[in-house]
């Protein structure tokens, strides 16, 4: 269990550590195979991880989404963690 905390805890620190009123990804619905491969490029961190459980947050404990957006609370198990120093 240890490591799902650790998991749970860096998922929330990445989380926080994104500046307020920025999104770290397009304005649209979805994203296209090379949004996210210029994502990944320009990631520091990267984690490999296996989704063991989710629930869906309260409006209450969802702040600031927009309306058709939801927020979860998501475990998972590390498989890997790979992390550079920014160039």
């Given at each position: 269990?240890?490591?799902?905390?650790?998991?749970?805890?860096?998922?929330?620190?990445?989380?926080?550590?994104a500046a307020p009123?920025?999104?770290?990804?397009?304005?649209?619905?979805e994203l296209s195979?090379?949004?996210?491969?210029?994502?990944?490029?320009?990631?520091?961190?990267?984690?490999?991880?296996?989704?063991?459980?989710?629930?869906?947050?309260?409006?209450?404990?969802?702040?600031?989404?927009?309306?058709?957006?939801?927020?979860?609370?998501?475990?998972?198990?590390?498989?890997?963690?790979?992390?550079?120093?920014?160039?």
């Amino acid at each position: 269990m240890p490591a799902r905390r650790l998991v749970t805890a860096a998922a929330l620190f990445l989380l926080a550590a994104a500046a307020p009123g920025e999104s770290p990804r397009p304005a649209g619905p979805e994203l296209s195979y090379a949004d996210m491969a210029d994502l990944a490029l320009a990631a520091t961190v990267a984690a490999h991880v296996r989704v063991t459980d989710s629930v869906l947050l309260k409006k209450e404990q969802a702040a600031g989404v927009p309306a058709n957006m939801a927020r979860f609370y998501v475990q998972a198990d590390m498989v890997s963690l790979r992390a550079r120093r920014p160039s």
